[in-house]
């Protein structure tokens, strides 16, 4: 019988009953299975059946459509070790028994962003929740005094009911290894006095292009600037700088309002990384392109027009930004 001829009969007559109650074959058990976020129901499915739970994913999936169950998935890794009827499947990702659940850092995020995301996980003790910054840096094994930039962005998994004070010590770890790994392997005469100062460059290059085969040209800009004691003049700083205040529309009053973060009225790095860099915004800024750009200009795709003079700049801002 073809996969749309089991749907068509399973569908009527009371046939998707009978199919949600016949335990599944789950063969090797113990099974794992991740259900990572953004999984739909179709995605479930699809998955479900390639790891062999499931015979077949479109009679699953027209099951959980039945059952109202596409909005119910929980994120976290299942332990199947008995075998399972549909119905309990369904039940078991609905109530979120997982034998470990997940939570994300995404690259770009501000400090902020991650203490929301680990306050939002109700599988996880929010210890932190209570500790100031200082107070929390120590409690993680870090000797800096400011948390921005210093996790790693990426999925960690977790025991339910355990210390988001271990997510982030894991996380910490993690930026600390790729930061050192990378600053072992930058190229020569860059102006970086230690690796928190790359790290500052990094988190600028992350927040300044979401074309990441712009970012080793981005770094090439910013240190250009650097070298000649230009002010870096980036937005991403001035926004950091205006925190919560930002309402999502820089204005000319805040470019020219002096903060510690500020670029384009002080010059050199700001005094702290701005988000949380990836791993791949660490390695361009240090091993950034050779390039003689000083200026670059967004095309409003994501992509930019760089330029080594002023005036070229001015031709490239009147093109695609003021048109």
């Known amino acids: 019988m073809s996969a749309l001829a089991g749907v068509a009969v399973l569908a009527g007559a009371g046939g998707l009953a009978w199919y949600g109650n ?3 074959r789950i063969e090797p058990l113990p099974k794992t299975v991740n259900v990572t976020p953004g999984t739909h129901l179709k995605s479930l499915s ?17 099951l959980g459509r039945v059952l109202g169950k596409a909005g119910t998935l929980k994120v976290g890794v299942y332990t199947l070790d008995r075998p399972l009827t549909p119905l309990e499947l369904y039940a078991k990702i609905q109530r979120g028994e997982v034998s470990q659940a997940m939570v994300q850092f995404i690259e770009g995020w501000n400090w902020r962003e991650v203490r929301a995301a680990l306050a939002a996980q109700p599988m996880l003790k929010n210890d932190s929740a209570g500790m100031g910054d200082a107070e929390l ?15 790693f962005p990426d999925t960690y998994f977790y025991a339910p009911h355990s210390s988001d004070l271990g997510v982030l010590r894991r996380a910490y770890r993690l930026q600390h290894e790729k930061l050192l790994a990378a600053w072992e392997t930058r190229a020569p005469g860059l102006p970086y006095r230690t690796p928190y100062e790359a790290l500052i460059m990094a988190s600028i290059v992350e927040k300044e292009t979401g074309a990441a085969f712009e970012r080793p040209q981005i770094a090439g800009v910013f240190l250009n600037r650097l070298r000649l004691g230009m002010r870096l003049q980036t937005d991403p700083t001035v926004i950091y700088g205006l925190g919560e205040r930002f309402d999502g529309n820089l204005r000319r009053v805040d470019l020219q309002t002096d903060t510690p973060y500020n670029t384009y009225t ?8 701005i988000a949380m860099p990836s791993e791949a ?10 390039t003689d750009a000083l200026y670059f200009v967004s095309r409003g795709d994501g ?9 070229a700049h001015n031709r490239a801002v009147n093109r695609y930004q003021r048109r």
């Open 281 to 290: 915004a660490i390695r361009a800024a240090l091993n950034p392109a050779r």
């Open 303 to 311: 992509t930019h027009v760089f330029s080594s003079s002023l005036e």
């Open 22 to 24: 016949q335990p599944l």
């Open 137 to 151: 840096l120590r409690a993680i094994g870090a000797e800096e005094n400011h948390p921005e930039g210093l996790l």
């Open 46 to 62: 699809a998955m479900l059946e390639r790891e062999g739970v499931i015979g077949n994913a479109r009679v699953f999936w027209l």
């Open 266 to 273: 002080r010059g050199g790095l700001p005094p702290t990384p």
